[in-house]
């Protein structure tokens, strides 16, 4: 069994090839089991009795997120987090994305062209939830750096990222304790379940997963979008003729061209997964990427259809540990997508060059993605 290259933006073949030949597949030379069937990969990412996401030391910040804990621990986290981070709180950002969108393109307008990377899907969420956590205008830096460290697409320079932004958002807590303010770091600190509060480690997981996963599935969600549109240009001109088929077609390009690869899992119970034994304490990759092209799960699934439904895709995982940053995510991808279609026509993507794919095994997206337009 042998991985695509890491510069490699087209592993769909190789997907497909695993499914109909090696579906749950160990390579002697990794410690990890590789699952790569729609109904496979659910069942790995659901079933938390037999694969735990505790995968990270709780030494550090996101070892002591939702994302990296069981239940029944995780149910109670969780539910104090959702009082803060409500689908109502998320809603009221809309405004102020179209804004910020509307200031990011107004830049590069004159120019007719862009990247789309650099100059939208990179700033955008950093901006939206720096302002959403209350950190200040000029730390945003710090953070994209911090959440492209964590994620492998940067280089740490000898940095420890997850404890450098955990000894900011300590600092910035303590703050808020002493001068509460309209922002969410406030909410968080003010939630409780019968006396229960979260504490400083649970609030400090959550802040880095925020900015962590909340920056990077926007940034490549907007850039796949591109990607799924260059491939299948008649999509964007049907979005033109009809924008109400914005919505489905985010989740098109979540499913074609899913923003997250694969999750980590660790074996918690000895299983059975496609006929292959599992013991408890081996590790799992479950591959995203390839359960949403699964031809048992979807119909021409190596097509791009903005009219697809149902679309029960799982780029945003599945069961208990479902992305709680997904709401915002899609507000930010129509916002995005709205505004330009409003603004620009003739948006081609610039293929002069290959482009760079992001240097992680469990993000997909390009680095950078030039476009050319003309305003409308």
């Known amino acids: 069994m042998s991985f695509p290259e890491e510069q490699n933006l087209n592993p769909f073949p190789w997907y497909h090839t695993m499914r109909q030949s090696h579906p749950v597949a160990r390579d002697e030379a990794s410690p990890f089991w590789n699952v790569f069937r729609y109904q496979d990969v659910q069942h790995v990412l659901s079933d938390h009795q037999a694969f735990s996401s505790a995968m990270m030391p709780q030494d550090q910040p996101l070892g ?34 179209t804004t910020i969108v509307h200031e990011l393109l107004g830049a590069v307008g004159g120019q007719g062209s862009m990247d789309v990377i650099n100059d939208l ?21 710090h953070f994209k750096h911090w959440s492209n460290v ?34 969410l770091l406030t909410a968080l600190l003010a939630v409780h379940i019968e006396g229960q509060r979260l504490n400083d480690d649970e609030l400090l997981g959550f802040c880095v997963l925020l900015l962590v996963a909340g920056n990077v599935t926007t ?15 008649e999509a964007l001109q049907q979005l033109y003729d009809e924008p109400a088929l914005l919505p489905g077609a985010i989740e098109e390009v979540l499913r074609y061209r899913s923003p997250v690869r694969c999750m980590f899992r660790r074996v918690a119970a000895d299983t059975i997964v496609g006929e292959q034994q599992m013991q408890a304490g081996q590790m799992v990759l479950a591959w995203i990427g390839s359960a949403n092209r699964d031809e048992e799960a979807f119909a021409q699934p190596d097509l791009l259809d903005i009219r697809r439904t149902p679309n ?3 780029a945003f995982g599945h069961g208990i540990h479902f992305c709680l940053g997904a709401p915002l995510a899609r507000l930010e991808a129509r916002i995005a997508l709205e505004v330009m279609l409003e603004r620009f ?7 002069d060059h ?21 305003n409308r």
């Open 150 to 183: 964590i994620v492998g697409v940067e280089d740490p320079g000898g940095d420890d990222a997850q404890q450098e932004m955990g000894q900011y958002f300590l600092r910035l807590l303590e703050q808020r304790r002493r001068a509460p303010q309209n922002d």
């Open 64 to 97: 002591n997120s939702i994302i990296n804990i069981d239940p029944p621990y995780h149910r109670k986290l969780r539910t104090l987090v959702s009082q803060a981070f409500t689908p109502r709180t998320v809603a009221q950002l809309a405004p102020r994305i």
């Open 345 to 351: 026509q003739h948006i081609q993507v610039v293929n």
């Open 219 to 233: 940034t490549h969600l907007l850039g796949n979008a591109f990607l799924c549109f260059d491939e299948f240009p």
């Open 121 to 141: 899907s990179y700033p955008l969420p950093v901006i939206v939830i720096a302002e959403l956590l209350g950190i200040p205008t000029e730390d945003r830096q």
């Open 312 to 314: 029960r895709h799982i």
């Open 354 to 374: 290959p482009l760079e794919v992001v240097s992680s095994i469990v993000l997909y997206g390009a680095n950078h993605i030039p476009v050319t337009f003309e």
